[in-house]
């Protein structure tokens, strides 16, 4: 890590690095964004997911002074500092991790995109329905859980609505974020023992 620092939060990540943070309401598509990008870009590319860090690390409700953003900063960092370039996504309602990811933006050396997946409450609803998960969360948990249009509000910020298809969202990021889209599928197998 760098000894430099922006209002004594310490940099992260080189000049080369691309940070990408993928936001959006439950069922809008982030975790299945993130992993279409990965793959698409190959290794090098770290995903960070809230859900795996609050929600199966920590068995941690989203509350506010959770430890579940320091956690995902820590990770984000840990990633950056070591060359990867990282995909963060998660819900991340802006009251809570807004502190956090304004952090994450000002103390990355490198690129930084925050995107926002503006899907509605009916749409959110019909694609949670398709979803493997769709036995253990209803619909009633959806709606409390749903927060309209909860961007971050800067002036950089992706806003894509829910009419955006998967590869129009993949290419419009990456562009938008400057990351190579090169992977193949041997990038991303398990190498052998």
Known sequence: ????????????????????????????????????????????????????????????????????PALIAQNVRFCLDHGYHVILEGLMHAARYRSMLTELR??????????????????????????????EVSPDHLRSWYTPRDVLGWPDELVLPETTTLEQAVERIATAAGLP?????????????
């Open 106 to 135: 000002d103390a990355h050396r490198g690129r930084t995109l925050f995107v926002y997946l503006d899907v509605s409450l009916p749409e959110t609803l019909r694609r949670h329905d398709t979803r493997p998960m769709a036995a």
């Open 1 to 68: 890590m760098s000894s430099s620092a922006v209002d004594g939060v310490p940099s992260t990540g080189t000049n080369e690095t691309i940070l990408i943070c993928l936001r959006g309401n439950s069922g809008a598509g982030k975790s299945t964004l993130a992993r279409t990008l990965r793959y698409r870009h190959g290794r090098g590319c770290a995903l960070v997911g809230q859900d795996h860090l609050r929600r199966i690390l920590l068995r941690e409700r989203d509350k506010p002074r959770g430890l579940a």
């Open 181 to 193: 889209l090169t992977g193949r599928d041997t990038d991303i197998l398990p190498a052998a023992p």
